[in-house]
């Protein structure tokens, strides 16, 4: 049966007075190869807007409320951010162009989109690199647990939480290895940068996606493989609406994955212009989710970190 779409709102209590956190919504749409605008019930103002295709082979992309004119940015491609994909985010939604990873007629997408930028747990923004190594960037109201960055030009993009601890490595949506001198640290307002050109050259504009662990809604963990199907990942206290997923350093550098509410059965998106897969996040459950036995989510005595969204309503 296909889903329609859902709608998800993290709201955060502190000490008895509302505090808004960020805010997530899901659904899907099928593409019609002609620019369009997807329409978010409740007049939803999206900061954050991640596209994938369901029934094709695509990469991911995303768009965020710091990229001026229309600009959209890959995951794991080491390309310049395009256009004609998420041309626009809007007070009720966001536009769609005519690039095929966003809207190929009779192909599915899924869509994630989040609001709330500049609050205490999310914020998306940009930052101009100056080339210098161990630089910090205190643009945050937050220490953040989950962080990914893209360049503006041709450099893949990369991701750290806080599940990697003190360590100075950083994960990779595409088939690369963890590695030293990227996002080296987070700090209690920000993050610090090494000199790598995916996070630092001299002159380049670098947009940032960052999230604070919140109970019930967001937080960033790690699992070791022990190659058992079926297996339940579980402790997060909440049932997550998207889940990415990477493996830590092992012998064959291998692609992350992501799961959202929106995918059919045993499915999984890849962060790369792969189709769909089974055998990986099996399903979405009640304080976690399930893995399967494939070795990029579940290779036995290797490390795996995931990142975990959720809303409620």
Request: proline residues 2%; glycine residues 12%; contains cysteine.
């Amino acid at each position: 049966m296909k889903r329609t779409v859902l709608a998800l709102s993290a709201i955060f209590i502190l000490l008895g007075s509302a505090a808004f956190a960020f805010q997530m919504r899901s659904g899907y749409y099928v593409g019609s190869g002609v620019s369009r605008s997807i329409i978010i019930e409740n007049g939803f103002q999206p900061d954050l807007v991640i596209v994938k295709a369901d029934t094709a082979a695509g990469e991911p992309v995303w768009r965020s409320s710091a990229m001026s004119g229309d600009s959209t940015a890959y995951f794991a491609s080491a390309a310049a951010n395009t256009t004609n994909a998420i041309t626009s985010l809007n007070s009720n939604g966001f536009s769609l162009g005519t690039m095929a990873v966003v809207n190929s007629a009779n192909v599915r997408y899924t869509w994630t989109a989040f609001s709330g930028s500049g609050g205490s747990d999310f914020k998306v923004g940009s930052y101009t690199g100056n080339g210098v190594d161990n630089t910090n960037l205190d643009i945050l109201s937050f220490q953040p647990d989950i962080l990914w960055i893209k360049s503006s030009g041709a450099s893949t993009g990369c991701w750290r939480t806080s599940a990697l601890g003190a360590s100075d490595l950083t994960l990779f949506f595409s088939a690369a290895n963890q590695a030293a001198d990227y996002i080296q640290a987070f700090r209690p307002s920000g993050f610090q940068v090494g000199t790598n050109a995916s996070v630092n050259s001299n002159t380049v504009t670098y947009y940032y996606v960052a999230f604070k662990n919140i109970t019930g809604s967001a937080t960033a963990g790690t699992y070791m493989g022990d190659g058992t199907d079926n297996r339940d990942i579980t402790g997060l206290g909440f049932k997550p609406d998207l889940v990415f997923l990477k493996q830590g350093i092992s012998g064959t550098a291998r692609v992350g994955v992501m799961r959202n509410n929106q995918n059919y059965g045993d499915e999984t998106h890849y962060f790369s212009a792969t189709a769909n897969a089974l055998n990986f996040v099996q399903s979405l459950e009640a304080d976690g989710f399930q893995i399967g036995s494939d070795a990029i989510v579940n290779t036995s005595g290797t490390r795996e970190y995931f990142a975990a969204f959720a809303g409620v309503g």
